[in-house]
C-alpha cells in the first residue's frame, strides 16, 4: 500500500549474490508526488534519483566485503512526464512511487551480519519507516526499521 513515510525493502542473497528492492512514495524521496513543474522540482527529481542510484544508502557489515555490482532507479515521475509530453496530455494523477533495484556481490557472504540503512534515513527524511522483509539460503525474518532503530541485524 502507498503511505507517505512508508516503504518496503526486499532483500535476498543466495550465496555470494544480494538482490535488494526498495518501493517507496514519491514524498519520501521528494516531498511531493506531481510531475516537476519548476527548476527547483526538476533538480531535486534529478538529485534523489542520484542518491539512489550511486550513494550506497545502505551499509552491510565491513567484513563480508560487499560491492555494488548494479543499481536501477525507476519512477513514474520521469516515465509519466514523456508520455505526458508524447500524448499532448496532463500529467499522470494520483499517487507516485520510486523503485530502487540493486545487486550486490559479497565475498565473504558468511560474514554478512548486519545492513545499516541510517545513511537512507539521513538522506531522505521523510521516511517513517521501512518495513524490510529478508531471506537468504538458510534463513529469513523480517522488521521495521527507524531513524531511530535503523540496523536490521540477519539472525
Request: aromatic share 8%.
Amino acid at each position: 500500500a502507498h503511505h507517505h513515510g512508508h516503504a518496503n525493502l526486499a532483500i535476498a542473497w543466495s550465496g555470494a549474490d544480494l538482490s535488494i528492492h526498495l518501493q517507496t512514495p514519491g514524498y519520501n524521496i521528494l516531498g511531493f508526488e506531481n510531475v516537476p513543474s519548476s527548476e527547483a522540482e526538476q533538480e531535486l527529481l534529478a538529485r534523489g534519483m542520484t542518491t539512489l542510484e550511486t550513494e550506497g544508502l545502505l551499509r552491510f557489515s565491513p567484513e563480508a566485503q560487499c560491492a555494488t555490482v548494479a543499481a536501477d532507479v525507476k519512477t513514474e515521475l520521469i516515465e509519466g512526464k514523456h508520455q505526458a509530453e508524447d500524448n499532448h496530455n496532463e500529467e499522470p494523477k494520483g499517487h507516485t512511487d520510486f523503485e530502487a533495484s540493486y545487486t550486490l556481490h559479497c565475498k565473504r557472504s558468511d560474514r554478512l551480519i548486519v545492513m545499516d540503512a541510517s545513511r537512507l534515513f539521513k538522506a531522505f527524511p521523510n521516511f517513517a519507516s521501512i518495513r524490510v522483509q529478508w531471506i537468504s539460503d538458510i534463513r529469513q525474518s523480517a522488521k521495521t526499521l527507524t531513524a531511530e532503530d535503523s540496523v536490521l541485524a540477519f539472525d
